[in-house]
């Protein structure tokens, strides 16, 4: 049995045009951007001093309450919830969304935590829109910096 690979290259290749230009029209129109995960990650910096590792947790637009930081089995949670951002006039009328970057809703950020950090003294200071976590170092363990 032979096989026309020419007639069944040419099908693929009107199949593959196809999706591409859809996914490229979708994309165009923002369509994936307008639609939320179930939970997004914020953007982290971490930092390291001889005395402690600092977090911060980019959160603008999050209330305070809104925010759970919890540590345990070697691992610091960050979770909340930050709504949607509505211009300021237009609180109660209908909005037209043409993009959508800032995201909204249920987020959660884990991270591991290092060995050399006593977990009794963690503290979070939430100030204009960053959230900081500092991580102290137990002093006795021992290890350089590097090898932490």
């Known amino acids: 049995m032979q096989v026309n690979m020419q007639a069944w290259g040419c099908s693929f290749d009107d199949l593959a045009n196809q999706v591409h230009t859809m996914m490229g029209e979708m994309g165009g129109r923002n369509y994936f951007r307008s639609h939320a995960s179930e939970t997004w990650s914020p953007r982290m910096n971490l930092y390291e001093t001889e005395a402690r590792y600092v977090v911060c947790v980019e959160l603008a637009g999050t209330r305070r309450e809104s925010i759970e930081v919890r540590a345990g089995e070697g691992v610091l949670h960050i979770c909340g919830s930050r709504g949607k951002p509505i211009p300021p006039d237009q609180a109660t009328a209908e909005v037209s969304v043409h993009l959508m970057e800032i ?46």
């Open 103 to 148: 995201d909204s809703g249920r987020f959660h950020r884990k991270l591991p935590l290092p060995t050399d950090v006593v977990s009794e003294k963690i503290g979070a200071l939430y100030r204009q829109g960053y959230l900081w976590i500092t991580l102290p170092r137990d002093p006795t363990s021992g290890k350089p910096a590097n090898e932490r």
